[in-house]
T-cell receptor, first 114, second 113 residues
């Protein structure tokens, strides 16, 4: 039972355009969400997060949107750059449980074309 | 500042062999985690340790044991390796109560033949 789903395994975007990566979740107890970027042969690195009390969080070229009613979040990258080519994972946690256990999605491979 | 260090980086085992994956963090974090990454499956939590002295099962704990040796170190043991345990293993840590982000090691590529 996949609690966090990334239904698009891959995405190709032209340099300078917007990249939109999507993530859906099923557990209504999740209240904290993160996005990670992973390059080959490296560990994932933290990108941006959002709490369920917000519906948007921005950090430079990266913006995460949260739609709680739809149990959906998305990561927007504007403008996309070739260095953004990586696998992106969304993750969710039910922090009120006190366990800080993060459940990850299956990842979306983003390719930014020069 | 090394962050999260995993050893070894690569390992090949025969079915039935045992081994321990080591993880150490130098950020004084309270919580540590072990994940495995398989194609099409993303990152799945094996075990985690919310604080020194405690460990709990994650999504896929079968076939594994863990030890939180001290605040810095969290090891993952395969007692009798199986081909289904061929995977890339990542250790991570986070600071409680501000567990906003996990910091990952660079991974251990394990093949079980």
């Amino acid at each position: 039972d996949q609690q966090v789903k990334q239904n698009s395994p891959s995405l190709s975007v032209q340099e300078g355009r917007i990249s939109i990566l999507n993530c859906d979740y099923t557990n209504s107890m999740f209240d904290y969400f993160l996005w990670y970027k992973k390059y080959p042969a490296e560990g994932p690195t933290f990108l941006i997060s959002i709490s369920s009390i917000k519906d948007k969080n921005e950090d430079g070229r990266f913006t995460v949107f949260l739609n709680k009613s739809a149990k959906h979040l998305s990561l927007h990258i504007v403008p996309s750059q070739p260095g953004d080519s990586a696998v992106y994972f969304c993750a969710a946690s039910a922090t009120t449980s006190g366990t800080y256990k993060y459940i990850f999605g299956t990842g979306t491979r983003l390719k930014v074309l020069a | 500042n090394a962050g999260v260090t995993q050893t070894p980086k690569f390992q090949v085992l025969k079915t039935g062999q045992s081994m321990t994956l080591q993880c150490a963090q130098d950020m004084n974090h309270n919580s540590m985690y072990w994940y495995r990454q398989d194609p099409g499956m993303g990152l799945r939590l094996i075990y985690y340790s919310a604080s020194e002295g405690t460990t709990d099962k994650g999504e896929v704990p079968n076939g594994y044991n863990v030890s939180r040796l001290n605040k810095r170190e969290f090891s993952l043991r395969l007692e009798s390796a199986a081909p289904s345990q061929t995977s890339v293993y990542f250790c991570a840590s986070s600071e409680i109560p501000n567990a906003e982000k996990l910091f990952f090691g660079s991974g251990t590529q394990l093949s079980v033949l």
